[in-house]
């Protein structure tokens, strides 16, 4: 099948019901990614951090933003990359984050889980420890720590942005979860990315427009070398099961993807944003309703183990 512009096309957008070139294709990608962060993000006098996984989002949210921002003066892009400490897994991520910052000329800072928080990833799941802080799974102890750890130190490198690369599908998975659970202050806090809080860096997600397999063909036709193994306790995720269904949906109903956000954003707009009255975590500064924030109680009680 041709491309409207007469080329051979590479992609059938199942969803839009047209078949694309690659230059199409790629040119499709990046509008929709520059729609997304708009003249307020892409402008010069800007330093973007980047939370790079070594996973095909990251790495192509990089290779975009780095694009876009090769051109505007006083502009710059940092990468964070969290070694959460597991086996055969993220070390293998590491390699491919290190040369691809070296191929493309971009600073990368390392942070790790032993450093941090004196726990590696595996020794947390080894010795049983998530217990003490009643979490079952071991992605909901993951997350939460690297997020509040990329915050830290986009925020210690004065980052304007945090640039964190999830794609359409991360998107409706997050949105579904925090429906079924009825977790209504998630559902307005992830959608809203803001705090009042001093040491909290506005996230931006570039990806939110492009469906998982448009960034796994775009990193492709870029030769983008990627980890393409899950992490290992991602099986054991409610992520994995929603992520199953999602993808039934859309073979059912093309662009039902877009439907979930579009639904999402609209009741965003109807729901005024109260922060209510919040104290200072007094171990890092961010706003929480106790005396220390979740992610400094957790690793109080770590600590004490
Ligand atoms: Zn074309
Ligand atoms: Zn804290």
């Not at 975009?64 to 710059?76: A, G, H, R, V």
């Not at 942005?161 to 599908?169: P, S, V």
């Not at 998630?186 to 959608?191: A, M, R, Y």
Request: positive net charge; hydrophobic residues 35%; proline residues 2%.
């Amino acid at each position: 099948m041709k491309c409207a512009c007469g080329r051979e096309s590479v992609y059938y957008q199942r969803y839009a019901n047209r078949w694309l070139c690659e230059d199409c294709f790629k040119k499709d990608v990046e509008k929709r990614v520059r729609k997304v962060l708009g003249r307020e993000v892409i402008r010069n006098n800007v330093k973007i951090g980047v939370g790079i996984s070594g996973g095909k989002d990251s790495l192509v949210m990089t290779y975009i933003l780095k694009k876009f921002y090769d051109s505007i003066p006083n502009s710059e892009i940092i990468c964070f990359f969290v070694d959460e400490g597991i086996k055969g897994f993220r070390d293998v991520a590491k390699k491919y984050v290190v040369e691809f910052c070296k191929e493309f000329d971009i600073d990368l800072r390392i942070i790790s889980f032993k450093e941090e928080i004196n726990y590696t990833m595996d020794e947390l799941v080894e010795k049983n420890y998530l217990k003490h802080l009643n979490i079952g799974k071991p992605c909901s102890f993951c997350g939460v720590v690297r997020r509040y750890l990329l915050n830290k130190y986009a925020f210690l490198n004065n980052c304007t942005y945090l640039a964190i690369g999830h794609n359409l599908d991360d998107f409706c998975q997050t949105i579904l979860m925090n429906y079924i659970e009825g977790n209504v202050k998630n559902i307005i806090q992830f959608g809203k990315d803001v705090s009042s809080s001093t040491n909290f860096v506005k996230r931006i997600k570039p990806l939110k427009l492009i469906p998982e397999e448009e960034v796994i063909l775009y990193a492709k036709l870029n030769n983008l070398k990627y980890q393409k193994e899950p992490c290992p306790y991602s099986h054991l995720s409610y992520r994995y099961k929603i992520k199953k269904i999602i993808e039934m949906l859309e073979e059912d109903k093309p662009g039902v993807r877009f439907g979930i956000l579009r639904g999402y954003e609209s009741l965003l707009k109807l729901i005024e944003y109260r922060e209510g009255n919040l104290k200072k975590c007094k171990i890092c500064g961010s706003l929480c309703s106790g005396e220390l924030c979740k992610v400094c109680s957790w690793l109080e009680i770590l600590k004490g183990l």
